[in-house]
């Protein structure tokens, strides 16, 4: 069948009209080889304007259609959907781009109307190299992984699972629940954390759709949006989970004892241990790493003591596959580490800690089942709270992390419910006081006796040193002079970092990063639950700070995403614009296969010759530039069609 | 006399630099009228071949606008093509094409007015190079002059 291409310009309202000779371009356009129509169009993306054309393309058997209008990043959608209910292909069509890169940018009437001369001829030059594309189908995967066990992945998993999803999660330590966990009373109702997160740490270890994977890494995902194989890599398990019923005989028998990292250090565990009081699953866990057994290969202790014989040194780790459709990624956020500044004296001045160790202290689990004191076991007379540490400062973290001030008063309130005779001072440069509790709950900690507020100015302006065995905190305020306090314990409100492996993570999983290191999201305002690379889902503090409402608030909405992206027995239709081999000229030099970003490629060793895994490929047409032979092309992107375009584009100017 | 008007290929990849263009578009920039732009879907999809036969068919410069250096939509395409480019500036250097007349520059979505910065700065930089003779008539005196 021979070509019969048609040619509509659109005026855009006056847009394009006005700063073009558009009777001109159309008769330029209609006497242009194979075109049999051109025609002026008011304003192509209206309802009745697109009917018009579709009708236009039916009655004259257009075979290819260009578009000379406004930008196909605005309505190449819009136009492909036109050439579908002309009962064309879609991909029979090429937007020539007059309002963006003519219109509005070359504001002399005669040249503008030379360059659309051009770019309408080169439309049609290249619109004949065009074929028909059909977007293939496949089915899609219902199931979900779930990356990081804490509020915010529980909280995806369990929505997903009362859907009726399947998730596997993948949590790196051995028990779930994360920070939250850990902690002893929440702001701002100081409900007991436990009473609130236990009950649903115990229903996704029951829950029959959620397979928990403790002590494991995700080594890679591949695929696409509804088809991922996720490749999971399990610790050996040296206590057997099924077997372990927590009764400890195993720690009371280990000989090796190291600063305990679950109570930030502040007491000591064996190297078999369980996490914590209460961690869920509720089984011993080796530390290999300090383990007799495992650094000198003698020991044995606790094989011996294990009553159900759950102890196993020969186990070994395990990899799996695991098919799903989409991924959550919830892997939370690690505290500052105050060591990092010499001002806070943190590690060098006795009864300076961290937040995240005041509330292991205050916490009944803790080293000192609750109770507040400094490291020689007294009350402290005073304590002083440092805000800001390690955040808004070009030093470390230039964000604020919109928790901690609260977190400090709601500790503040804790000291204060414990000893009411203790002096509470806090040392900010400014309050972070947002929603609808916090000026309620900052004027309860005002009122409260014993409680002064020192304001710097600037959060840096603090110096905490020793001085007769006590830590003395000296910051400076706007007009220049120091307040001092001395203090028995200084806690220090440390910034909200994105965990040290972020960015291994990242490039495992192919997301980017943010300037602070975050998980970027695929749009900061109108996305901020979806991720860059599509199919993977944000949710926590892996994408910034947050407190644990908004955690959950986020692992629930990623979940919904995913149920409303995922429909089971559902079909995912993949992009067409992917690279192509031709086998006859393709030598199976393996040149693309390397620099295939997506590991689309792979050599048939049958053939001698390449093949595209379509579902991996993006079109993004690396491989096609550096094949040496011109064995492959991207559909709708072809060297022929390019070269039409270019040579389009630079045709001498008749007059 | 006719002032040298210098005919320009610009190849934008999909993700950025052509949303860059638009841009410029939608800030009513002033662009000039020389600049011809093609969409690909990545600069690391601009073979050698698209840049020769862009000189071949008469461009006097043709230059290339990917993604900034990190911002890749497939990872690191403006990468490979950064190194190609460079390879390809070293290839034509012997031949009648000046390596100056091939450029690659970064351009982000949004950047309307480096878009327009860059397309102008190279449209100088032909302007001086002056017409090249090979594909096209060559009847315009050197330097606009």
Redesign the interface.
């Known amino acids: 069948m021979k070509d019969r291409i048609g040619v509509f310009i659109c005026e855009c309202g006056p847009n394009i009209k006005d700063a073009m000779d558009i009777p001109q371009l159309v008769h330029f356009a209609g006497h242009l080889e194979a075109v049999v129509l051109a025609e002026p169009v008011g304003l192509m993306c209206a309802p009745n304007d697109r009917k018009k054309v579709a009708d236009t393309i039916r009655r004259h058997h257009l075979t290819h259609v260009v578009f000379a209008s406004c930008s196909p990043r605005e309505h190449e959608q819009t136009f492909r959907g036109v050439l579908e209910s002309a009962g064309c292909n879609p991909f029979m069509m090429q937007a020539v781009n007059l309002r963006e890169q003519c219109a509005w940018v070359i504001h002399d009437r005669d040249q503008a109307t030379r360059k659309a001369r051009r770019m309408i001829g080169a439309g049609v030059q290249r619109v004949r190299h065009h074929a028909p594309l059909t977007p293939r189908e496949i089915d899609c995967r219902p199931d979900v992984l779930v990356i990081g066990a804490g509020v915010a992945g529980i909280s995806a998993a369990r929505t997903l699972s009362q859907n009726g999803r399947r998730v596997v999660m993948v949590e790196r330590s051995a028990c779930i629940g994360g920070m939250a966990a850990l902690y002893e009373d929440l702001y701002p109702d100081f409900n007991c954390a436990a009473c609130l997160i236990e009950p649903d740490l115990d229903d996704v270890l029951h829950d029959e759709r959620i397979e928990i994977l403790t002590t494991s890494e995700v080594l890679s995902v591949r695929g696409t949006p509804g088809n991922f194989t996720a490749t999971v890599k399990q610790a050996a398990p040296h206590v057997d989970p099924l077997r372990c019923i927590g009764c400890a005989a195993c720690i009371e028998a280990c000989p090796v004892t190291v600063p305990n990292e679950f109570n930030a250090g502040m007491d000591s565990r064996q190297a078999i241990y369980i996490p914590y009081p209460g961690s869920l699953p509720h089984v011993a866990v080796i530390d290999k790493q300090n383990c007799l057994q495992f650094t000198d290969a003698r020991c044995g202790a606790c094989k011996e003591a294990c009553p159900f014989d759950a102890v196993d040194y020969a186990a070994v780790p395990a990899v799996r596959n695991l098919a799903v459709g989409a991924v959550v990624v919830a892997t939370g956020f690690q505290g500052f580490d105050p060591g990092r500044s010499t001002r806070y004296g943190y590690g060098t001045v006795d009864g300076v800690i961290s937040a995240f160790a005041f509330e292991r202290l205050v916490n009944t689990t803790g080293p000192t089942g609750g109770k507040i004191v400094t490291a020689s076991g007294q009350a402290p007379d005073t304590v002083a709270f440092v805000h800001c540490v390690g955040s808004r400062t070009e030093a470390f973290n230039r964000f604020c992390s919109g928790v901690c001030c609260l977190s400090a008063f709601k500790q503040a309130r804790q000291v204060r419910k414990q000893l009411p005779e203790t002096a509470i001072h806090h040392f900010f440069a400014d309050l972070c006081l947002p929603g609808k509790t916090a000026q309620r709950f900052f004027d309860g900690v005002c009122a409260m006796a014993g409680v002064t507020l020192h304001r710097l100015v600037h959060p840096g302006a603090i110096r905490i040193s020793a001085e007769n065995g006590r830590a003395i905190v000296r910051g400076t305020d706007a007009s220049g002079a120091v307040q001092q306090v001395d203090a028995q314990l200084v806690v220090l409100a440390t910034a909200m970092e994105a965990p040290a492996g972020t960015p291994q993570t990242g490039r495992i999983l192919d997301l980017g990063l943010d300037d602070d290191g975050f998980f970027k999201e695929a749009h900061p305002v109108v996305d901020p639950v979806a991720a860059v690379r599509e199919g993977f889902y944000l949710a926590g503090c892996c994408q910034g700070p947050k407190d644990i409402p908004a955690s959950i608030s986020q692992g629930q909405a990623a979940a919904g995403r995913i149920m409303q992206k995922l429909i089971p027995g559902g079909k995912i239709t993949l992009n067409p614009i992917v690279a192509r081999v031709d086998p006859d000229l393709c030598s199976g030099c393996r040149t693309c296969e390397a620099l295939c970003p997506y590991d689309a490629l792979a050599r048939d060793e049958n053939e001698a010759c390449m093949t595209i895994e379509e579902a991996l490929c993006r079109g993004c047409g690396i491989c096609a530039a550096v094949c040496p032979g011109g064995a492959i092309s991207v559909c709708h992107y072809s060297a022929d069609a390019v070269y039409a375009e270019i040579a389009g584009l630079l045709k001498p100017d008749e007059k | 006399m006719t002032v040298f008007e210098p005919?320009i290929?610009a190849l934008l990849c999909n993700w950025c630099a052509?949303?860059g263009?638009?841009a410029?578009?939608?800030a009513?920039?002033?662009?000039p009228?020389q600049v011809?732009?093609?969409?690909?879907?990545?600069s690391?999809?601009?073979?050698p071949?698209?840049v020769l036969?862009?000189f071949e068919?008469?461009?006097d410069g043709v230059i290339v606008l990917g993604c900034q250096p990190g911002d890749c939509?497939?990872?690191?395409?403006n990468l490979?093509a950064l190194k190609?480019m460079v390879l390809l500036r070293a290839v034509l250097e012997p031949t009648p094409v000046h390596p100056q007349r091939l450029q690659l520059d970064w351009v982000s979505a949004g950047q309307g007015h480096r878009y327009a910065q860059v397309v102008n700065d190279m449209v100088e930089t032909i302007r001086s190079l002056g017409p090249l003779a090979a594909g096209?008539s060559r009847e315009e005196p050197l330097n606009g002059g």
């Not at chain 2, 009513?28 to 662009?31: E, P």
């Open positions: 005919r290929i052509y949303d263009a638009d410029a578009g939608r009513r920039l002033d662009l009228a011809w732009e093609v969409r690909v879907m990545c690391g999809q601009v073979s071949g698209m036969k862009a068919a008469g461009a939509h497939y990872k690191e395409g490979h190609r096209h």
